[in-house]
């Protein structure tokens, strides 16, 4: 009985020491760990690499050490010359995030023979490779959150949403600088997509694409960086539950026409309009109350209407690299504000109202037009806010 006793003692024991070895880090954790990016200087202590980056090295083969790195979460191999998965990689049954783009893969040979097989892999960035399709074995990963086909101009469009849509956790794509002819109708089969980045092909015809994205219920972010577009179709609008809508770098934008298309979406939290030539912010940007977060960065913006008095739940404003000459005092009635950007802006002053922004707690300041006493002023209206006095630059 004694002895029964003690190799049961010992099994606890063993399992306690296994599942501590196996323990997966939090991303706070993650954060306050060394990144590794010799690979000789990451084998000698293999028990304590939980990050490891070999991009940019001019590596031709995965080296088969890979297997040692028990605990490893993060592994990045881009931009190198790989082609192939070792076996080896099989081990790191930790592994949530692997980076394997702007490589020489025409195919990736993952081996889910296992179901402790990436197990754990949550984000996949496979872009700018030479592939031409997708591996059905990806439709067995059972926690794959997010992959990107950024670049992977050669890919079968048709063919890749056959095994991402039976991926049951899939809800991330990134379908970005694909020179896409329209949004594949095949996207809408991947069961709870919340977030799509369709940046960087201009040529897609969006007339089609928009009401393709208008029957994908649970889309709630969509990325349009980077893509010419002037004006948007009534079909947004039809995309009710979206909740960020970025379209940076669109430089030609008809900003009052976007407005207006986008008005019926009502959950919209967060807008980015940065890069696209506006010379003005319409007064119609206050018909989104919900709204937390706008960008509105390097522009030609002269001024902001007295309508973001109605934005009063918006957090984040960061208006930097335009024309403002002045802040209007209204600004007080943005009380959720707590970081505001007005860096490279010829501002001499800021209205002393901005002192009753009790939830400011970063601002940004141009530093080359604010004369000493009014940088004084500034300090003042906010004595618990971090101030930063920025130079001015020419970007």
């Given at each position: ?7 049961f ?50 590596l ?27 076996r ?10 692997l ?48 992959i ?5 101009l ?36 991947v ?8 940046s ?10 928009f ?31 979206l ?7 669109n ?8 407005l207006?298309a ?10 980015n ?10 007064g ?8 937390k977060?706008?960008y ?54 800021l209205?002393?109202?901005i ?41």
């Amino acid at each position: 009985m004694k002895h029964l006793f003690l190799l049961f003692t010992v099994f606890i024991f063993s399992t306690a020491i296994i599942s501590a070895q196996s323990r997966l880090l939090s991303e706070e954790e993650l954060a306050e760990e060394t990144v590794y990016t010799n690979l000789e200087k990451a084998l000698k202590k293999p028990a304590e690499v939980y990050i490891l980056d070999l991009s940019g090295q001019g590596l031709d083969r995965i080296p088969r050490d890979i297997g040692r790195f028990r605990k490893l979460q993060i592994l990045k191999l881009s931009n190198n010359n790989f082609g192939e998965l070792p076996r080896e990689m099989t081990r790191l049954r930790n592994l949530q995030v692997l980076y394997l783009d702007s490589n020489n893969f025409n195919t990736i040979n993952f081996d889910m023979s296992n179901p402790m097989y990436y197990g754990n892999l949550e984000r996949l960035y496979i872009g700018s490779n030479p592939l031409r399709e997708i591996p059905e074995e990806l439709s067995k990963m059972q926690e794959l959150i997010f992959i990107s086909l950024s670049g992977d101009l050669s890919l079968d469009m048709n063919q890749a949403f056959v095994p991402l849509s039976a991926i049951p956790t899939l809800q991330e794509v990134d379908l970005s600088y694909l020179k896409l002819d329209t949004v594949p109708m095949e996207v809408g089969n991947v069961q709870g997509l919340s977030y799509l980045d369709l940046s960087g092909n201009p040529s897609c015809a969006w007339d089609t694409s928009f009401r393709y994205l208008a029957q994908i219920s649970s889309l709630e972010s969509l990325i349009l960086k980077d893509n010419k577009l002037r004006s948007l179709t009534e079909d947004i609008a039809k995309i009710k539950r979206l909740t960020t809508l970025d379209l940076a770098n669109n430089d030609r934008l008809n900003i009052n026409q976007v407005l207006r298309a986008i008005k019926p979406l009502t959950k919209l939290e967060v807008l980015n309009f940065s890069y696209c030539g506006l010379k003005e912010l319409p007064g119609s940007i206050g018909n989104f109350p919900v709204l937390k977060e706008l960008y509105i960065s390097h522009n030609e913006i002269g001024s902001l209407p007295d309508e973001i008095q109605k934005l009063e739940e918006v957090e984040v404003l960061d208006a930097s690299y335009n024309e403002l000459y002045e802040i209007p005092s209204v600004i007080s009635y943005m009380q959720s504000l707590e970081r505001l950007l007005l860096s490279n802006n010829p501002l001499e002053y800021l209205p002393s109202d901005i002192s009753e922004l009790g939830e400011l707690t970063y601002i940004e300041i141009p530093k080359n037009t604010m004369d000493k006493t009014e940088r004084k002023n500034v300090k003042k209206y906010l004595p618990d806010a971090e101030i930063v006095f920025v130079e001015d630059d020419d970007n």
